[in-house]
T-cell receptor, first 113, second 112 residues
């Protein structure tokens, strides 16, 4: 099993550009989530999904879109990048409601100029 | 609004020392408190605590929860340089968003 994979590992964007952060898992997990982590802060939930076709907002959803067309993939779209979105982004997945089984991907470091 | 506060923010010790990391929480419909270790990359799960007073142990690490005082501690005995990391705690509430609320973490540095 590859676990949770994220691409790209690092990306530089200009203000106003759009892009998609990819996340995939091969563990057949129902739950998937996107977090961002800023210096000196813990992880904050952006969006999450409890299964294919079902998504919901987390704590900091503004400026981001998600979709879940398959169990395996959960892409995060930045609609119009802003410097405030400079951060490290983690995707995570888990079995059903068992949060202790949550696996995190390696992260994507995003710099918005 | 749910809140998780960790202290200290950073800690520098020498190998062999024992450290105690603190985590206080205010989480609506609290369900569990989780501890993670984060080295260069993604957080890795250490413990989940649901009941008060029951210590969880894994080698030199142990953790306990006090649901009355809304508090948890993570102890690391006989620290090693490999323990250097950010330690995160997170509260899990039975809210509609099914989310973890993370603290800002404690940066632990263990010197040889």
């Amino acid at each position: 099993n590859a676990g949770v994979t994220q691409t790209p590992k690092f990306q530089v964007l200009k203000t106003g550009q759009s892009m998609t952060l990819q996340c995939a898992q091969d563990m057949n997990h129902e739950y998937m989530s996107w977090y961002r982590q800023d210096p000196g802060m813990g992880l904050r939930l952006i969006h999450y999904s409890v299964g294919a076709g079902i998504t919901d907002q987390g704590e900091v959803p503004n400026g981001y879109n998600v979709s879940r067309s398959t169990t395996e993939d959960f892409p995060l779209r930045l609609l119009s990048a802003a410097p405030s979105q400079t951060s490290v982004y983690f995707c995570a997945s888990s079995y059903s409601d068992r949060v202790e089984t949550q696996y995190f991907g390696p992260g994507t470091r995003l710099l918005v100029l | 609004e749910d809140k998780v506060v960790q202290s200290p923010l950073s800690l520098v010790v020498h190998e062999g020392d024992t450290v105690t990391l603190n985590c206080s929480y205010e989480v609506t419909n609290f369900r569990s408190l989780l501890w993670y270790k984060q080295e260069k990359k993604a957080p890795t799960f250490l413990f989940m605590l649901t009941s008060s007073g029951i210590e969880k142990k894994s080698g030199r690490l142990s953790s306990i929860l006090d649901k009355k005082e809304l508090f948890s501690i993570l102890n690391i005995t006989a620290t090693q340089t490999g323990d250097s990391a950010i330690y995160l705690c997170a509260g899990w509430g039975r809210g509609s968003a099914r989310q973890l609320t993370f603290g800002s973490g404690t940066q632990l540095t263990v010197l040889p």
